[in-house]
């Protein structure tokens, strides 16, 4: 009898594609090591949207079905504060790449292994602010993502803010955003949104010739597709396919090999490593949903990601992950710049 666990993501994005993707290879993995518990893994995969409302039906429907031991996901942080709610008291769920911080602590029975934003901004500022940047702009997507992830990064950037600023993720032209910024002359820009609003703005520096530095945070991982615009930032992610660790470079192999080359992002390590975190309870517990919402909450030692160490705090953030500092090089790959960790 196999073991049922369920997955959901916006699996037509790509983020949710690749966050499937690293899913999927996990789930093959421990297949071919003989399962768990000598029972194959099954992955009931359903599509949330990234809509609140179909994630909730999504995660009432894996209520449901006394079949699924726990979830993978969801993928983005609107999903998940809304599936939360259903699988509070129900089913233990481990999002992936939802780090908004309102998820911290919403319930005993949902964790994730992202850090939250405003972690994460606040160790990007304290990177920003070691490498010697004094005078930063900040941009943010008037959303949760974006509005958690500025908050964050200006309470914690050591030097002087000469602007901040909501931009839309769908504008046309980010001309006078520039043009304002050589007149100011910030030395970093940091910019809280995802590749959707980075793209155009880098494009928009590099014509006009702004001579600054540009950071952004996990959203911004997809900017590697257009190293012609994007070489030189930074980018604060949580995970790189440069990484040197052991568990990284085995990851990033069998990725490979199993997507005909394709690299894996942030989001398929973050897949890949709830997946076998969630495995490693059905192995320690059996199928009892409580017993392993009671496993997850108290792992010990942590277990070895490829994004990191994985245990959780009483919140349900992931304890002591720190987010990876990079920057795209001129082939598009991150090269790791080095990592703000804390206790």
């Given at each position: ?50 809509d609140g409302a179909t994630a909730a039906k999504v995660a ?284």
């Open positions: 009898m196999p073991s049922t666990i369920g997955a959901a993501g916006p699996w037509q994005l790509s983020h949710g594609h690749l966050t499937k993707l690293g899913v999927e290879l996990a789930v093959k993995e421990i297949n071919d090591a003989g399962g768990v518990n000598g029972h194959k893994l099954q992955v009931d995969e359903e599509d949330d949207k990234a009432q429907k894996f209520v449901d079905d006394k079949s699924v031991s726990a979830v993978v996901g969801h993928v983005t942080s609107g999903a998940m504060v809304a599936a939360a709610q259903v699988y509070d008291g129900h089913l233990a769920a481990v999002a992936t790449s939802a780090s908004s911080p309102d998820l911290t602590g919403i319930s005993k029975w949902v964790f994730r292994v992202i850090s939250s934003d405003s972690a994460n901004g606040a160790e990007m500022a304290k990177f920003a602010s070691r490498t010697g940047h004094k005078r930063a702009a900040i941009l943010y997507e008037n959303d949760n993502y974006g509005r958690g992830l500025a908050d964050a990064f200006r309470s914690n950037f050591d030097g002087e803010i000469v602007d901040i600023d909501p931009i839309r993720a769908d504008a046309s032209s980010h001309e006078v955003y520039i043009s304002y910024f050589k007149l100011k002359q910030p030395d970093i820009v940091f910019i809280a949104g995802v590749v959707g609003s980075a793209l155009p703005m880098l494009a928009e520096a590099k014509k006009q010739g702004l001579k600054t530095d540009f950071m952004g945070g996990d959203g911004w991982t997809p900017v590697t597709e257009h190293p012609e615009i994007s070489e030189g930032a930074f980018v604060g992610a949580p995970f790189a396919p440069t990484d040197p660790r052991p568990e990284a470079r085995k990851f990033v192999t069998a990725f490979k090999f199993a997507n005909n080359g394709l690299e894996p992002d942030g989001n398929a390590a973050l897949g890949y490593d709830a997946t076998k975190v969630i495995a490693a309870a059905l192995a320690a517990v059996g199928p009892d949903r409580e017993k392993i919402r009671d496993w997850l909450s108290h792992i010990s030692p942590p277990i070895a990601g490829v994004t990191g160490p994985i245990r959780f705090l009483p919140t349900g953030d992931p304890a002591g992950k720190s987010v990876t500092m990079t920057r795209v090089a001129h082939d598009g790959s991150l090269i790791v710049q080095g990592a703000v960790s804390r206790p």
